[in-house]
C-alpha cells in the first residue's frame, strides 16, 4: 500500500522548485517531437509555468497559428516570430501582465 507523505520543502512554501537550477535566457520547447495528439497540452502545460513578463520559444513544424489563438485565450500574450519556414518556426511567446 502507498502512503503520501507531506514534506515540507522550500518548493511547497515558496511556489518554486528547490532544485537550485537556474535557467538562462529564454527556454525553448521544440515541439516537432511531441505526438499531435499531446502537443497541444505540452505547450499550455510549459506556457502555465511561465510568469507574466516571462518568455517561452516554441519550435514548430508550421505557424503554429491555432496554438497562438489558443494561448491568447487563456492569458494576454505578445507574439514575435523568429524564424518563419518554411521547415521549422520559432515563435517567442511573452506573457504578458493581464490587468484585470
Known sequence: MSQFV????PS???GGCS?????EGVPALDV?????AIRHATVFGAFGAIRPGGSLV?????????LLNQLSARAPIAVEYLLEGPTEWH?????????D
Open 32 to 36: 516537432r517531437q511531441i505526438p499531435h
Open 19 to 23: 532544485c537550485g537550477g537556474r535557467d
Open 58 to 66: 516554441i519550435v514548430a513544424p508550421h505557424a503554429p497559428v491555432p
Open 6 to 9: 507531506h514534506l515540507d520543502t
Open 91 to 99: 515563435v517567442k511567446i511573452t506573457r504578458l501582465v493581464d490587468e
Open 12 to 14: 511547497t512554501t515558496t
